[in-house]
């Protein structure tokens, strides 16, 4: 009796020894014990091992259906679409009908790398084989069950990739590298307006947010520590406008309500200095996520999963209060929400376009991006964004940039690290929001340089805004670009202040600067015996086209608000200086810097501006500047 059980822990141990791991896999000389490992991978979520496993068993026996038909899944989960459309093919090949689930997987790869013809060929085999005698019919029915529902969607998208035409792309979506993108997700991205930092999402044990620098190349993604990340979920975060604060998602905090919620990062230098969950009535006990902020930083943009949405996420809408709380959100609708999932909303610049992506409305795959515009209050039906943007794999969390055409969304496309991963691509024109060009102004003392809190009010035709400048006189603000505008302070103690400026999008990478210096309305020197008045000036810059003295559309707007000006506010006395760049000769650009002023001194006499207000107007010929266009001006200055 003690013999026959050493002789059985003798085999025994050799049959561990046997089994022991070689390289990456578990090297055993049984086919079906191998296959059994694999299996045991796979219920762990151990993909690369259950590969190598796999591989392994095949190796062992190559005429082994089974094993071919569990690679080819395995090698889909991977999203090695090549490598599963062979696995799939063998496993047909030695037995078709081994597995019903099979032929819906292998349509899957097809579709995946846009071979929807072939897709649809073994979608149509799937749908063929139900109700029919297959081997793996009891133990693949729950597979088949989500299958079942999912084809129909499958064969609509089919239906819409045969129709879209490929022949007119010429910008298709560059993968921004491995400097980003790893085997893991990556999404969610959102850059600031200088374009020097890239934040976005990575999933690898739990979602967590990742800042990228700029470096004549996106550098390498770090976490943003934690300030920000615990070993809960992290994710979905957007920038404000002005990059000094972003919005997150935040889950199972201590002070979460719902599985996440909303939270706001407050930044100094790039380092977080401060972080707290959104007060008031946004977030829920259900899940809240994927914020997008309006420029004005007042309206919230946002994913839920309440019960009172339409089926799935759904986009919602929160205002800020005068109390710093947010308002109940609204549900945008059915003309924006489905029964599908509705997620990752971003809110342009301009403040009416909105982009985010759908399950629901029709697509090309897994979600699709979208764009709608709020005309009037009402949104727009959605468009999708169509082939290249789109494909067939998922599309999810699209960033637009303020110059309105560069845009970065996350995709799980053939040919990727991974997973998804973050891509680069020009929107074509007919998706691209307003042109914006985005405000950062300074109120402040004219005397003492100290900064003024108070209203500024921005006009343009029948248009008005209104921007509360901070304890720092600091304002920010989009506007259209391309516009005149005019700036306008009553603010007590000051005199009333109206100034008029051209507000161009020539340049992206910045904000324009706005000052507003406010003049105390007690402008006497200290009380000596010989004080006088101080002389109140103001100079204001007209621009002119090359060679050129004729007034502009800008010029012409900024001159009617001067003249406005000049109407409403008594005292004032006017100088009128031209100026040109140095191309032509010396009497040829004294001539034309002469004709310039003249035409700002016509327009505003004929505009009602009485001839004793001008006190003179010259030309002072060519003057040396690196920058042509400041060469090419007037000066306007107001003096009394």
Not at 41 to 46: A, E, L, P
Not at 315 to 334: F, M, Q, R, Y
Not at 433 to 438: K, L, R, S, T
Request: net charge negative; aromatic share 12%.
């Amino acid at each position: 009796m003690k013999l026959r059980l050493l002789i059985l822990l003798l085999l025994s141990s050799n049959l561990v020894f046997a089994q022991k791991t070689k390289g990456d896999f578990v090297n055993t000389s049984n086919a079906k014990e191998s296959l059994r490992i694999a299996q045991g991978f796979i219920r762990s979520k151990k993909l690369d091992k259950a590969e190598r496993q796999l591989r392994h068993t095949i190796k062992i026996k190559e005429d082994f259906a089974i094993a071919h038909r569990i690679l080819g899944k395995v090698y889909l989960d991977l999203a090695k679409y090549d490598k599963a459309k062979e696995a799939f093919e063998a496993s047909f090949e030695l037995d078709e009908k081994l597995s019903r689930a099979a032929f819906f997987e292998c349509a899957e790869t097809y579709f995946q790398t846009g071979d929807v013809d072939v897709a649809i060929y073994y979608y149509e085999r799937y749908k063929d084989m139900k109700g029919s005698r297959y081997a793996n019919a009891k133990k693949e029915s729950a597979l088949e069950f989500t299958y079942d529902k999912k084809l129909p969607e499958r064969q609509k998208n089919c239906k819409y990739v045969q129709r879209i035409d490929t022949s007119k792309v010429t910008h298709k979506p560059i993968n921004l590298g491995k400097e980003i993108n790893s085997k893991y997700d990556e999404y969610l991205p959102t850059v600031t307006i200088d374009g020097d930092n890239l934040v976005y999402t990575r999933q690898a044990d739990n979602e967590d947010i990742f800042i990228s620098k700029w470096n004549s190349g996106w550098g390498k993604g770090n976490s943003f520590g934690s300030a920000i990340n615990t070993d809960k979920n992290e994710g979905m975060a957007k920038f404000e406008a002005h990059g000094k604060a972003f919005y997150f998602a935040g889950c199972q905090r201590e002070d979460t309500e719902g599985g996440c919620d909303i939270y706001q990062a407050i930044l100094k230098d790039d380092e977080v200095v401060d972080v707290f969950r959104l007060q008031g009535n946004l977030n829920s006990t259900n899940w809240d996520s994927q914020p997008s902020i309006t420029c004005d930083g007042k309206t919230m943009y946002f994913c839920s999963s309440r019960k009172e949405g339409l089926g799935g996420s759904d986009i919602w809408v929160s205002h800020l209060l005068a109390n710093g709380e947010w308002s109940l959100p609204e549900n945008l609708g059915n003309v924006i929400n489905t029964e599908g999932d509705e997620e990752a909303p971003f809110i342009s610049s301009d403040g009416t376009t909105l982009y985010f992506t759908s399950t629901g409305h029709p697509g090309q795959g897994d979600g699709d991006l979208f764009i709608s515009r709020n005309i009037m209050g009402i949104w727009t039906s959605p468009n999708n964004l169509g082939y290249p943007v789109n494909s067939t794999a998922k599309e999810i969390g699209i960033y637009v940039h303020s110059n309105s055409s560069t845009a970065y969304f996350a995709s799980s496309r053939n040919g990727g690290n991974g997973g998804l991963d973050i891509y680069e691509v020009e929107l074509p024109e007919q998706y691209r929001p307003d042109p914006i060009v985005h405000i950062e102004g300074s109120v402040f003392d004219y005397s003492t340089y100290d900064p003024i809190a108070t209203t500024v009010k921005i006009g343009r035709d029948n248009k008005s805004w209104t921007v509360e400048s901070d304890e720092n006189g600091w304002f920010y603000l989009c506007l259209p670009g391309n516009k005149g505008y005019s700036f306008q302070v009553e603010h007590r103690g000051y005199e009333y202040y109206v100034n008029a400026a051209f507000i161009e999008n020539a340049d992206f990478s910045k904000p324009v600067k706005v000052d507003i210096p406010l003049v105390p309305t007690q402008t006497l020197t200290a009380k000596t015996p010989n004080s006088v008045p101080k002389v109140k000036e103001k100079r204001i810059q007209f621009f002119f086209d090359f060679d050129s003295y004729k007034l502009n559309e800008a010029t012409q707007y900024d001159l009617k608000e001067l003249v406005e000006l000049l109407k409403k506010e008594e005292g004032w006395k006017v100088e009128v200086v031209g100026y040109a760049d140095s191309s032509g000769s010396i009497d040829y650009n004294k001539k034309l810097s002469e004709k310039r002023a003249l035409s700002i001194v016509d327009f505003l006499t004929r505009s009602g501006v009485t001839v004793d207000k001008v006190l003179k107007s010259e030309g002072k010929g060519s003057i040396t500047s690196s920058d042509e266009k400041q060469a090419r001006r007037v000066d306007v200055v107001l003096r009394r």
